[in-house]
């Protein structure tokens, strides 16, 4: 060589994952798509950075000079998943993050950065539920939302007296009766044996009273309808 000519050797960079970022004293090599990549530089040391969406950042120094070097990097993940889980018995929920839309509960999610965010489950039954979580590396943080019903008043009489009482399929008692329900439609039917179940689709409104008057006629049939009527009337009024 020449007096004074600079002396190159090629650094072989094997780095995961790919599409990581390369920068090699502060110059950008732009993104690893490839199983490796080569730069030709100087005799000497040398800083290098490599980064990429959701894993940790690695730094470090190179001493050039000798044979071709081949670093290995695997950068350390930095991100974990959310679950809404099927324990809250909340479906249909939409769930965000970070002020956008993920899906509706029950749901996993895909990789979120570890760190704090906001999450914001909503709805149309319960109150909007604002929360922090935060995520840990390679970590699946499981979340039972604890939301306040929206509920409205139900009252249910029958002629004769002592009919049982179902909303959506689940016993709630006997007539006459007074019970809070979440605010929604909901499927009512009131049966005694010996009479005709009355079925009733009714709209239970928060701040109403969801009045029902159902009068039952004789027979063994259940699944015919009967003759109930339903009233909704304000609280204040």
């Known amino acids: 060589l020449e007096t004074g000519q600079i002396q190159r050797h090629f650094v072989t960079f094997k780095i ?3 599409g990581a970022l390369l ?3 502060g110059e950008a090599y732009g993104k690893v798509d490839k199983q490796e990549i080569s730069a ?6 040398h800083s290098y950075c490599i980064s990429a969406d959701m894993y940790h950042e690695e730094k470090g120094t190179i001493v050039v000079g000798g044979p071709d070097i081949v670093k290995e990097v695997k950068l350390k ?22 002020d956008r839309f993920v899906g509706l509960t029950p749901i996993k999610t895909g990789r979120l950065a570890s760190g704090d965010h906001k ?6 039954q319960y109150r909007p539920l604002d929360q922090k979580i935060t995520i840990s590396d390679l970590q699946t943080l ?5 939301m306040e019903p929206i509920s ?5 009489s029958s002629q004769p007296e002592g009919a049982e009482i ?7 008692g006997k007539t006459p009766m007074q019970f809070d329900h979440l605010v929604g439609t909901h499927e009512v039917y009131i049966q005694k044996e010996g009479f005709q179940r009355d079925v009733r689709w009714v709209e239970i409104k928060e701040n109403d009273i969801t009045r029902i008057v159902a009068t039952l006629s004789d027979g063994t049939d259940l699944s015919t309808k009967g003759s109930a009527n339903c009233y909704i009337i304000s609280k204040s009024g």
């Open 152 to 156: 409205g008043r139900v009252d249910v």
């Open 119 to 124: 999450i914001r489950i909503e709805h149309k």
């Open 16 to 18: 995961e994952p790919r």
């Open 166 to 172: 179902f909303v959506d399929n689940q016993y709630i």
């Open 142 to 146: 499981d979340c039972v939302p604890v």
């Open 23 to 25: 920068k090699i004293d």
């Open 40 to 45: 030709s530089l100087s005799e000497g040391e």
């Open 77 to 98: 993940p930095a991100h974990g998943w959310l679950q809404v889980s099927e324990k809250c018995n909340l479906k249909g929920a939409s769930l965000y993050i970070d």
